[in-house]
C-alpha cells in the first residue's frame, strides 16, 4: 500500500519552509543621458579582475596592440581576491576609478550605481562612430541589447557572455549546447539479448527495464555479481544526469535551470509554472509506480554524479542520462545507444504525445565593465573596448595570443589552438593553465559564429553539439523558452529574493516524496495548491516573470 502524507500536515509543514521576507527598492536615476563629447583624456585607470594565475596586465600583448591602435594609455588595478570589496570600498568613498572591469556587478547593483549617477548610461555612446562593432552585433542581435537594458531603459555595463550554439559546427540553425541538457541512452546489447526493441513509449521503456531487472542483466551479461542489476540510475533533478527527460512523455521537462525552475514560457508569450498542472501530477504518480516497483534506482535521491557514473562503468545499469555515452559508460559504452523522446502511456490522454521544454542558452552579463562619472573622455575609452568585439581580439582576451595559445590556421582559415602537449613542452604548463596566465577579465562576447569563422572550439563541445542537433533537435517540437536575459527591476528583485529559494525548494521536496511514497490524492493536490500561493509566493513569481519578459520582447 502506497505510503501517503496526510494534506493538513504537508501545508502546516510548508508553510514554516515557504515564509520569508524581505525589503529593498531603488531611487530615481541621476543620469541626465547626455553625450559627454569631451576627447582631451587619453590616459585612464581601470580597476578590476584577473586569474589567480595571470601577472597582471601591463605586458598583455593583446591589450597594448589595442591601446596602441585607440591612441589610449591605461593603467590597470588588478586583483585576483577581494575585489568586489575593493570595489565597494571605493565607490562608497567616492574614491572612483575610471572604469571597473570584470568585477561582475549584478543587474540590481548596475540599476543601484546607474541610478545614482556613479555610473554613467552608455546608451548614447552605441554608435556607428563611437563603438561599431559593438553597434553592429547588437543591431545583428537585439535580445544581447535588451539583456544590458536596464528598466530605465538605460545601459549601465557592455555585454559579456558566450554564445556556444549549433551555428558554430556549421549547422543552419543556432541552438544553444544547453537547449537539451539531458541525453538519455539505453542498453541496446541488453534489449538484443531479451528480444527487445528501442522503447519509443514509455510503457515500452517500463517493459525493458523490468526485463533488465526480472533477468539480472548485469550478472547475466556482464558477469557481474548477481543482483547487481540496476534497471535506471539517475540523479534527481540534476542538470545532465536527472530524470526530467522523462516528464516529456506527459508534455513538459522541468530541467533545473538559471531562471526559476518549472517555469515555463507559453507559445503565446504567457508565463506558467507546470508544478501545479494536472499533467504534473500524473507523471509524479506514473513513476511513482516505477520506483516502488525497483526499476529506478532506490539511491537516485541520495547519490552524486560520480557514484553514479561508478555504477555505469561497472556494467550495472540498463538506463540513465548524461552529455556523453563514452564518458559515462566507459568500457561499456559501445552496448549504448541514445533513447528517443518517449512518447506517454497508453491509454491515457498523453498516449501518442510528447514534448520537450527546451533551455535557453548562456546568459549575457552587462556587469563586466562599467564607466563611472570621474571618466572625462567615455568615448575615447569605449573605441578601446570596442576592439573588444572583434572576433580574433576577443579569442586572444579569452584565451592567449596569436602565436602562444592559437598555433595556426586550419585549411579553412580558422585558428586551432595549442594542444597540451605542446604547451607542456613549450611552456612548461597545461594548455588550462597557459589560458588562465594569459585570460584577461572583462566584457568578452563571444558569438556562435566565431567558431565556424575564426577559432575552434573543442571537441567534445562538438560532439555534443553534432548529437543535439543531429538527434535531438529533430524531435522537439517547440523551442518556445523563457529568456535567461530578462532583466528585472530592483523591487522584482526583492520579490524573487524574497520567495524564489524556498519555492524551489518546497516543490523539488514534495515532488521527490510523491516519487518516492506514491502520487498525491485529491486532498493533498489541492492543499498543495494553496500552499504554493499562499505561502510560497507563486503568484508574486510569476507576475514578476511575466513583467520581465514583456519589457524583454519591447525592448527589441
Known amino acids: ?76 588595478n588588478t586583483m585576483s581576491d577581494s575585489l568586489a570589496e575593493q570595489v565597494n570600498i571605493q565607490i562608497a568613498g567616492g574614491d572612483l576609478a575610471d572604469a571597473y572591469m570584470g568585477v561582475g556587478f549584478s543587474n540590481y547593483d548596475l540599476s543601484t550605481y546607474g541610478g545614482d549617477g556613479t555610473f554613467i548610461d552608455l546608451t548614447p555612446y552605441l554608435n556607428a562612430e563611437t563603438m561599431p562593432n559593438l553597434t553592429a552585433i547588437l543591431e545583428e542581435h537585439p535580445e544581447i541589447k535588451a539583456a544590458i537594458t536596464m528598466d530605465d531603459g538605460c545601459i549601465y555595463g557592455l555585454p559579456s557572455g558566450e554564445q556556444m550554439g549549433t551555428a558554430g559546427i556549421g549547422k543552419d ?29 514509455l510503457d515500452e521503456l517500463h517493459d525493458a527495464l523490468k526485463a533488465f531487472k526480472d533477468n539480472d542483466m548485469a550478472a547475466k551479461y ?30 513538459f521537462t522541468n530541467w533545473i535551470n538559471d531562471v526559476c525552475d518549472d517555469l515555463v514560457l507559453n507559445p503565446d508569450g504567457s508565463v506558467n509554472f507546470v508544478c501545479d498542472d494536472d499533467n ?33 562503468q561497472q556494467g550495472y545499469v540498463g538506463v540513465s542520462t548524461w552529455w556523453y555515452i563514452e564518458e559515462l559508460m566507459g568500457d561499456y559504452a559501445d552496448d549504448y545507444v541514445f533513447l528517443p523522446i518517449l512518447t506517454g502511456p497508453k491509454d491515457s490522454e498523453y498516449e501518442g504525445k510528447s514534448n520537450v521544454t527546451v533551455r535557453t542558452g548562456g546568459g549575457t552579463s552587462s556587469g563586466n565593465l562599467s ?18 568585439y572583434v572576433g580574433e ?35 612548461g604548463k597545461g594548455a588550462g593553465e597557459l589560458k588562465s596566465y594569459y585570460e584577461v577579465a572583462g566584457p568578452k562576447l563571444i558569438l556562435s559564429h566565431y567558431y565556424a569563422d575564426t577559432f575552434n572550439m573543442e571537441d567534445r563541445a562538438i560532439e555534443r553539439l553534432t548529437d543535439l542537433y543531429d538527434y535531438w533537435m529533430p524531435q522537439v517540437k517547440d523551442t518556445t523558452t523563457y529568456p535567461i536575459d530578462c532583466v528585472f527591476t530592483n523591487e522584482e528583485l526583492d520579490t524573487i529574493d ?31 495548491k494553496e500552499m504554493l500561493n499562499s505561502n510560497c509566493g507563486m503568484s508574486e513569481l510569476l507576475q514578476v516573470y511575466q513583467d520581465a519578459y514583456d519589457r524583454y520582447k519591447e525592448a527589441q
Open 222 to 251: 556482464y558477469g557481474a555479481p548477481a543482483g547487481s542489476t540496476i534497471p535506471m540510475s539517475t540523479g534527481y533533478d540534476q542538470w545532465c544526469w536527472g530524470q526530467n527527460v522523462f516528464y516529456a512523455g506527459f508534455g
Open 393 to 427: 581580439n576577443v579569442m586572444q582576451l579569452q584565451y592567449g595570443p596569436i602565436d602562444v595559445y592559437f598555433t595556426g590556421k586550419d585549411d579553412k582559415g580558422v585558428w586551432n589552438s595549442i594542444t597540451e602537449d605542446e604547451a607542456q613542452e613549450k611552456y
Open 1 to 76: 500500500m502506497k505510503k501517503k502524507i496526510v494534506a493538513a500536515i504537508l501545508l502546516s509543514s510548508m508553510v514554516v519552509s515557504c515564509t520569508a521576507c524581505g525589503s529593498g527598492g531603488k531611487g530615481g536615476n541621476t543620469n541626465t543621458g547626455e553625450v559627454n563629447t569631451s576627447t582631451d583624456q587619453t590616459e585612464f585607470t581601470i580597476v578590476g579582475g584577473q586569474s589567480a594565475l595571470s601577472p597582471g596586465y601591463d605586458d598583455n600583448v593583446v591589450l597594448n596592440k589595442m591601446m596602441e591602435d585607440t591612441g589610449v594609455k591605461i593603467s590597470w
Open 498 to 528: 524574497m520567495y524564489k529559494q524556498d519555492f524551489c525548494d518546497a516543490v523539488a521536496e514534495q515532488e521527490g516524496l510523491w516519487i518516492k511514497e506514491g502520487g498525491p490524492t485529491d486532498e493533498e493536490w489541492e492543499a498543495y
Open 173 to 201: 540553425e543556432d541552438y544553444s549546447i544547453f537547449t537539451v541538457p539531458q541525453f538519455s541512452m539505453i542498453n541496446k546489447a541488453w534489449l538484443d539479448d531479451l528480444g527487445l526493441e528501442v522503447p519509443s513509449t
Open 371 to 388: 564607466i563611472t562619472s570621474a571618466c572625462e573622455s567615455p568615448v575615447n575609452l569605449l573605441k578601446f573596448f570596442d576592439q573588444w
Open 280 to 312: 504534473y501530477r500524473d507523471a509524479l504518480t506514473y513513476f511513482s509506480d516505477w520506483y516502488q516497483e525497483g526499476l529506478m534506482d532506490q539511491e537516485m535521491f541520495s547519490q552524486d554524479d560520480t557514484q553514479l557514473m561508478a555504477k555505469c
